[in-house]
T-cell receptor
Framework: AQKITQTQPGMFVQEKEAVTLDCTYD???????LFWYKQPSSGEMIFLIY??????QNATEGRYSLNFQKARKSANLVISASQLGDSAMYFC???????????FGPGTRLSVLP | ETGVTQTPRHLVMGMTNKKSLKCEQH?????MYWYKQSAKKPLELMFV???????ENNSVPSRFSPECPNSSHLFLHLHTLQPEDSALYLC???????????????FGPGTRLTVL
């Protein structure tokens, strides 16, 4: 069975600093997709970034980048130049190529300090 | 309206009440999902609909009854709920529910449900 682990229940970062949110996963499937979502206090889940298991390069989207280490089964999210608006819950999720639906991790609460 | 909308945003109900949650997507997607998000628990997938047919039901109690009248609308009918059912209920949609790993789900803002 698939499983997502996020070992940091809470993280603090100073505004304008970079922060790394950890995600490790467990799967026996050769092909899968990894996602990061942000959930502000309003409740809506906002898609941030995607990494396919066969992608040769790490995904980047603006200030977000994904440090993908396939052999270690980790997909850490790096947020550069943190902003106060980045304070939220962050969820790592995985999807199998056969259409198995998303499995989400428990989340990490990020607090950006002024 | 754009994206995925959910109504109501907040709902308080007694254990004997019957209520419904509504989700509407304006993205032309074919798949819709209900998730439950409880405090301190990972997001739990409840139901998946593809082209108005239920394709997944993850052992959800019968007091939750989904309905998908068309590909744009999804309902979750609630009856005789328990206090432990209090949670944030999120609706999502995607282009389809199969066909590759990249099939981003777009989420609505959720309905915060409190069962007294």
């Amino acid at each position: 069975a698939q499983k997502i682990t996020q070992t940091q229940p809470g993280m603090f970062v100073q505004e304008k600093e970079a922060v790394t949110l950890d995600c490790t996963y467990d799967t026996s499937d050769p092909s899968y997709g990894l996602f990061w979502y942000k959930q502000p206090s309003s409740g809506e889940m906002i898609f941030l970034i995607y990494q396919g298991s066969y992608d040769q390069q790490n995904a980047t989207e603006g200030r977000y980048s994904l440090n993908f280490q396939k052999a270690r089964k980790s997909a850490n999210l790096v947020i550069s130049a943190s902003q106060l608006g980045d304070s939220a819950m962050y969820f790592c999720a995985m999807r199998r190529v056969d259409g198995q639906n998303f499995v989400f991790g428990p989340g990490t609460r990020l607090s950006v300090l002024p | 309206e754009t994206g995925v909308t959910q109504t109501p945003r907040h709902l308080v109900m007694g254990m004997t009440n019957k209520k419904s949650l509504k989700c509407e997507q304006h993205l032309g997607h074919n798949a819709m999902y209900w998730y439950k998000q409880s405090a301190k628990k990972p997001l739990e997938l409840m139901f998946v609909y593809s082209l108005e047919e239920r394709v997944e039901n993850n052992s959800v109690p019968s007091r939750f009854s989904p309905e998908c009248p068309n590909s744009s609308h999804l309902f979750l009918h609630l009856h005789t709920l328990q206090p432990e059912d209090s949670a944030l209920y999120l609706c999502a949609s995607s282009q389809d529910h199969t066909g590759g790993t990249y099939n981003e789900q777009f989420f609505g803002p959720g309905t915060r449900l409190t069962v007294l």
